[in-house]
């Protein structure tokens, strides 16, 4: 395995230019130099006396619906400001320097599809989207309450059923959505390399991604500024945060390609 900064993120863009199928695996790590906290980063304010883990689950809902709702609208918020660092855009770029590239996230942030990425599979939902919570029938993410301030927030009912509407997110407990992850456990038994950014390989069953790669004989590579789960598995690993190691593979590859 491989560690040494330049070293590693050359070693990472060998195994990318030859890979006709990249795959993309990230994590809330890849959205915290946006601003967005991590489930397991410090929160303060409202929001700070309640466990996330405790709030992302639909037994929590079904008994503080206004709760979970208002904390989903103040995630919201939170996305709608951040803006994007470099290293969505050098995913963006990657995917115009390899044959084939797709984007796994666990984010519900969509910000990868914010700044252009095209090919993303958001395996746990997006807080963009709305469903009702007995049959998950779709509702319209325009007539959904935004409260201003940090405050819980009574949720809609559906149109249809009238039950309760919640978040078009996975919770804790919940299956993955089953088209979205066909196509992602297949992509990651095809790909020549698999690019892990910043998960904590902590959360089942999108941590089983690149040991799927792994065992297909697919070069895994982790960008991440902490070991992991993953780092035991890759191939190599580039110690660092997503904003500047994404735009310096980038750099490595293309500079690769017009020697
Ligand atoms: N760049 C890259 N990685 C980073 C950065 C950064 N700037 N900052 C933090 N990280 C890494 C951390 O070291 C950690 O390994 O990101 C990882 C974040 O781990 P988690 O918070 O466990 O995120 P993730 O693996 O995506 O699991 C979260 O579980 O909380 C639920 O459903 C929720 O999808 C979410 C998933």
Not at 72 to 84: Q, S
Not at 108 to 120: E, K, P, W, Y
Request: hydrophobic share 45%; aromatic share 6%.
């Amino acid at each position: 395995m491989l560690k040494s900064d330049d070293a590693a993120i050359q070693a990472a863009a060998r195994a990318l230019r030859t890979a006709r199928r990249v795959v993309v695996a990230t994590g809330a790590g890849m959205s915290q130099e946006s601003g967005i906290p991590t489930f397991r980063d410090a929160v303060t304010g409202l929001w700070a006396r309640y466990d996330p883990e405790q709030l992302a689950t639909e037994a929590a809902f079904r008994r503080h619906p206004a709760r979970v709702f208002g904390w989903y609208a103040w995630r919201r918020r939170l996305v709608r400001a951040a803006v994007p660092h470099p290293g969505y855009r050098a995913l963006v770029a990657l995917a115009g320097l390899v044959p084939e590239l797709t984007i796994v996230t666990q984010n519900v942030d969509g910000l990868h599809t914010r700044v252009g990425s095209r090919q993303v599979l958001e395996l746990h939902g997006s807080l963009e989207r709305f469903s009702c919570v007995e049959a998950r029938h779709p509702f319209p993410a325009d007539r959904a309450p935004e409260p201003e301030a940090d405050m819980e927030c009574e949720p809609p009912r559906c149109e249809r059923c009238g039950s309760l509407v919640r978040p078009d997110v996975v919770w804790f407990g919940e299956l993955l959505p089953e088209r979205v992850t066909a196509q992602a456990w297949e992509l990651a038994a095809s790909c020549q390399a698999m690019l892990v950014v910043g998960t904590s390989g902590l959360v089942q069953p999108a941590a089983q991604l690149p040991f799927i790669a792994r065992d297909a004989g697919a070069s895994v590579i982790e960008v991440n500024p902490e070991p992991t789960e993953i780092s035991g598995l890759a191939h190599v690993v580039c110690r660092g945060r997503a904003g500047a190691v994404l735009p310096a593979l980038v750099a490595a590859l293309t500079e690769g390609a017009t020697r």
